[in-house]
């Protein structure tokens, strides 16, 4: 099993871009999957993106498709969330998590982080 830590959150404006980093801790790192989920107020948790292992896979969901790109350095064991169009409705706590096959499925990541908030202002 892994740990991860995410940041990069903040305030932003509509229309802004945010990058989000997750540094993924333990042993062999770099042969877990990784994905980003968020949680609004008020909402339940739902799926962003994930990648696998070597970056050679990836799933959006169709709400960030086209403006959200995931993406990995293993050399840092570190997963990306680039955030560009920024809407209101992006408002959430992000988290990442680690599991050890490349689905969008919640229930199946074994490592989740604390989340990172990201704000939205209209």
Known sequence: QV???ESGGGLVRTGDSLRLSCVVFG???DT???AWFRQGSGNEREFVAAINWNGGSTYYAD???GRFTISRDNAKNTVYLQMNSLKPEDTA???CA???????TASA???WGQGTQV????
């Open 119 to 122: 704000t939205v202002s209209s």
């Open 32 to 34: 877990y999957a990784m």
């Open 98 to 104: 680690a599991a050890e096959v490349l689905v969008t």
């Open 109 to 111: 990541y074994t490592s």
């Open 63 to 65: 709400s960030v498709k």
């Open 27 to 29: 042993r062999t790192p």
């Open 93 to 95: 706590v992000y988290y």
């Open 3 to 5: 740990q991860v830590v």
